[in-house]
């Protein structure tokens, strides 16, 4: 079961989560246009006949209607949510031995103990952002149960993989469900709304709004 895990399931789980981000980013491109002179947004003038300037625009949209301007708290606990959740797998040193096993290549490490606090913070973090989702009113009304499954696999490879590095419980059974959830997480990205983590660069460096990064060079059709 191990061999199997290991092998054939995570080259298969690989290659769909390669293949589906690149359908993505295709879907994308087809459903938006280039913008051949100004951005999609326009600042609308202001009852004097002047206009906003776009930067005042940008200003009252993030503190009206964004996290950024009603809870500055969040930002900080997303960002290092999402921080942690890319980093951590990429610089786990087992991580690195198994590709450098596998591939030939060795990737940079932090030492274990790092790693392990990292995978604390992401799990500590991903039960807050649960516990906000289901007591808080205004979270709890944004949220189906696929959001609360879809949290749940992406806590579950950090989860059994700290379980499996420390032993607390039997490590074959433990290391084997860490690889499946992994996998499977992969599989769910370019699928499910996990896929944002392909969406957040598409379309804030290429749409052009007031909450984009650049001005854009793409419009929705």
Known sequence: MYELVRGPLALAAFFIFLFGLLFQTVRFYRLTKPVRSSPAYKPQPRSDGTRHSLPSVQRRAWKQRTVLGMEPGMVVVTAVFHAGLILTPLTL???SLLIQQ????????FPESLSDLMT????????YLLYRRVVLDRARS?????????????????????????????????IIAHILSGELMLVCIPFTRLAHVLFFFLTRLGVGSEFSFVRGSRDWR
Not at 120 to 127: A, N, Y
Not at 142 to 166: E, K, Q, S
């Open 93 to 95: 040193l087992s991580h």
């Open 102 to 109: 596998s591939w030939g290549v060795r990737l940079p490490a």
């Open 142 to 174: 944004i949220t189906g149960p696929m959001d609360i499954v879809l949290l749940a696999v992406v806590l579950a490879p950090f989860l059994t993989g700290f379980l499996a590095y420390h032993q607390w419980l039997s490590y074959r059974p433990m």
């Open 120 to 127: 604390l913070l992401v799990i500590g973090l991903g039960c």
